[in-house]
């Protein structure tokens, strides 16, 4: 293992450090590991919280700030924040009108989402409403998953529904706009690597020199199946067509198209690829209003890339376009 | 060589596909392989035009829009724009107050675009200003390079000089501006692995699983010497000490402490390495004012990173803040 670290036990602190030096507008609760935005709590304002496992970065903690998240909670890498955290980091940003949280669909983040919503409400009487992501359509059910996993449409989520939120919506409404985002939204992904957890200091899985994973999860997770490797635009089909065959993305709509890397793979690469998707998106009849081509929710130095759509209305639309400033997407300010 | 490509052969044109495709606001020139801020050129505006070899994305073509570049040359990867792209370029751009060439110093790269400067003067008239970036202080000459390297300031500079030109300065204020962001500016960077060329098919370069190569070029060429690996607070200390033993980085001015990703190092290693060389900057008594961390200059896939220190006062500060959208950096609007 060659990796740009002290200690493998340290990597979520020591990167934690890295964030509050680099981004003075953010405050860091190094105790909890906690990244706020630096007026939280924002009196009137429904406060969002997200986090989960290190290692998605800029997930989340790269979408604190005005517009977007009110506080992440880093869990160890590909490992769960635990309930203590989520409490802190809810009764923090509470402003009075309630705390959203933003969870993907793992069984520990669930859990200790849930737990954290429940210790918060009984000690501080703060509402939580919560939206689980799961549109991940490669497989039903998972190794850390119950029903489909949480993936890209986060990234997009998050985005909407901060918007929403500093619109001034109440609790009811930024929910609701979280959910519309989740059950319009659909992903697929593909590895052509595996990654390395510092603290297991080997591949979580191997693939031959010619193979990649389909339907990968962003933490290995098996997909649907491995094959050969194939020229981008035989790989973009084996994402674009799982996705249009789940959801109807044809239609008045457009939609949110968000080419993502997985950490090891470079732009020019991920340019490369979303030709091909956006090829295959116009032959299919899915005009696409907006497009994000990054790695915004990877997994560690895999290499490999996944598809979001996000169906998206004049509303939805309008929220992406918000003022937004975050370590990982600003426009507008 | 596992890579989200098509043929090896199309990977430039392929890649500028994706580009126009997602960003609407910018022109591409697929035969010229040009990427142009949509609304070039600017009248009674210097026009900036830079370029080199790709896979260094985003360098430059996720660089140009409103504040920054007016348009970005795509030569094969690791390869010279030619003169004809460049001449293409900068007539396209001229506004009538001239052009400004930013160059990183490789040998093909200079001459090609001071011939093409030479015959876009010729033919269209066009006052064309130049400026060669030689900030690595790693090593004098190199493979493809008399003098020092080109390499991290290069993206400060077209940042800054990008906002100078924006407010309506004319060509020597802005070459001078560009000037004293280069005389300022000083990197060192380190890799942990190579790269491969699509073209090439097989790694540039071969380091052990213990190795690293420290003063690496952005093409892989040789650096100070090779060493084992180490904890990222020791190899932080091999990127900031030959920085600031080059030049004065104390005193009243402050720093733009610009960490970079090599391609294939995830975000988490670049802030917990962040973290590190902050520190070793505090301890040295450097003021850092302003800070970037991220993969803006790469080497396709190559795991690695270096630091970038530019000495800033008050005014380069303000015209790094001023309002900027490009794909890649994008701030106040």
């Known amino acids: 293992m060659k990796k740009l670290v002290n200690d493998p036990a340290t990597v979520v602190a020591d990167a934690l450090r890295g964030v ?14 906690i990244v706020y935005r630096g007026d939280a709590p924002v009196a009137g304002k429904v406060g969002l919280v997200s986090g989960g496992g290190s290692g998605h970065e800029p997930l989340h903690a790269g979408f604190v700030g005005p517009g977007m998240l009110d506080a ?11 309930p203590d955290q989520i409490v802190a980091a809810t009764t923090a940003v509470d402003g009075g009108a309630g705390v959203l949280h933003i969870v993907k669909n793992y069984t520990g983040d669930v859990l200790n989402f849930e737990m954290a919503a429940e210790i918060a409400a009984a000690e501080t009487g703060v509402q939580v409403a919560a939206v689980v992501t799961d549109d991940d359509v490669a497989v039903q059910d998972s190794l850390y998953t119950a029903g489909r996993r949480g993936v890209g449409v986060t990234v997009l989520l998050e985005k909407i529904a901060g918007a929403a939120a500093e619109q001034g ?9 979280a959910r519309r985002v989740n059950g319009n939204g659909r992903s697929m992904g593909l590895a052509l690597t595996s990654c390395t957890v510092p603290a297991a200091g080997r591949p979580t899985f191997q693939l031959a020199d010619d193979e990649i994973e389909v339907g990968i999860g962003i933490h290995g997770e098996p997909g649907r199946h491995r094959r050969p490797m194939a020229p981008a635009r035989e790989l973009a089909a084996q994402l674009v ?9 044809t239609g008045g709509d457009g939609v949110i198209c968000f080419l993502n890397g997985m950490g090891g793979t470079p732009l020019i690469e991920l340019y490369l690829m979303f030709a091909e998707v956006r090829a295959l998106l116009d032959a299919a009849g899915v005009r696409v209003a907006r ?11 895999m290499a490999g890339c996944s598809l979001t759509l996000l169906r998206a209305d004049d509303e939805l639309i309008r929220l992406w376009d918000a003022p937004v400033r975050t370590p990982a997407l600003r426009w507008g300010v």
Chains 1, 2 share one sequence.
């Open 72 to 82: 992440a909670c880093a869990g160890e890498v590909f490992t769960s924040p635990v």
């Open 241 to 249: 067509e799982p996705v249009l065959a789940d959801l109807d993305f």
């Open 169 to 177: 919506r109440g609790l009811d409404e930024v929910a609701e706009v």
């Open 291 to 301: 497009s994000l081509v990054g790695p915004y929710i990877t997994s560690l130095e």
């Open 20 to 33: 509050a030096a680099a981004h003075p507008e953010l405050r860091v609760d190094h105790g909890n590991r």
